[in-house]
């Protein structure tokens, strides 16, 4: 890959990077987007897969290493394509190394405890990646929009104030910060997708028969609550973003480009730290001269 190729991949990867949230405004970022005409299909395509690729050499050395991880969180709105974007940008790494843990509705033993409670459970051990299909973000998200969901919580009635969400996007900050300390890579994709884009990919999971059990009528209720959920959103990014923790407002209208800024923003964090497999010191050399030894029928 030529210093300019790399160049290229890199500049559209950052161009959707938040890493400080002062001013942000999800409006600055169009779910269309792909990168002007600077990119053609057929480069993308031939960058995807070179991401791909490096990204599955780059878990192995992140493996073979085992002094960080690395947390990958995602959120978007319904049909805005994580699973597949998931599916896709690590298609080639090693699912021993890998682990993914889709959030749903927080059951009765999660309810009786504090709301990060499950994810911690769910964090990647050093060596490994760590996938969270939607996360603790969702508590600043769903609920703040449906902040009925608190009554189910068992908060004591003094804690439930008007500043709550203000107050978990603070903790949240906090233990991001704190995961980078003890050498947790995070970085946080938020998949932008436009109501109309989704209405067609709704209209798709009515439409083909394949596709029917992805249908949920639930999702036709939040739709009516968009511009809540962008706004919460908005908050979101702007209270958490930095560098230790970036996210990245990724345009989701169209998938192939989602993968391709996905799989760059991962292949650019696992290069930035320099990863390498364990030198041997004089000890294991010497065992494993030995061991050559036994394997030729020398000893």
């Known amino acids: 890959m030529t210093n300019d190729v790399k160049r290229l991949e890199r500049d559209i990867v950052r161009r959707y990077r938040v890493e400080g949230g002062k001013g942000f405004r999800l409006s600055s970022v169009d779910p269309g987007d792909t990168a002007g005409p600077a990119l053609a299909r057929q480069e993308a395509r031939d960058m995807l897969r070179r991401g791909v690729e490096r990204a599955a050499a780059l878990q192995e050395r992140l493996y073979a290493e085992d002094r960080r991880s690395l ?3 995602f959120q978007a709105m319904d049909a805005a ?3 597949g974007t998931i599916k896709h940008v690590l298609s080639g790494v090693n699912p ?3 682990t993914v843990t889709s959030f ?3 059951e009765a033993t999660a309810l009786s405890h504090d709301f990060l409670w499950r994810h911690v459970l769910a964090l990647p051990e050093r060596g490994r990646i760590g996938i969270h299909n939607r996360s603790w973000y969702e508590e600043v998200l769903t609920v703040r929009v449906h902040p009925e969901i608190l009554h189910a919580q068992k908060l004591p009635p003094d804690l439930l104030t008007p500043r709550i969400f203000d107050e978990r996007l603070q903790d949240i900050a906090g233990f ?6 003890q050498g947790t890579v995070i970085l946080k994709f938020f998949l932008h997708l436009s109501p109309d884009e989704q209405r067609r990919r709704l209209l798709a999971r009515i439409d083909e028969p ?3 059990w992805k249908f949920d009528m639930g999702d036709l209720t939040e739709r009516l609550r968009w511009d809540d959920y962008m706004a919460a959103y ?3 990014i702007r209270a958490t973003a930095a560098p230790h923790a970036p996210w990245y407002v990724v345009p989701a209208d169209n998938k192939w480009f989602t993968r391709l800024v996905v799989a760059g923003a991962i292949v650019e964090a696992l290069e930035d730290l320099d990863l390498r497999f364990p030198a041997a010191d004089a000890e294991t050399r010497a065992a494993l001269m030995t061991a050559r030894a036994v394997l030729d029928g020398k000893e």
């Open 234 to 236: 908005e908050a979101a």
């Open 104 to 106: 749903k509705h927080p």
């Open 96 to 98: 021993q190394g890998v």
């Open 81 to 83: 394509g994580k699973d």
């Open 176 to 181: 991001e910060r704190y995961l980078a300390r």
């Open 210 to 212: 394949d596709k029917n």
């Open 71 to 73: 947390l990958l969180i």
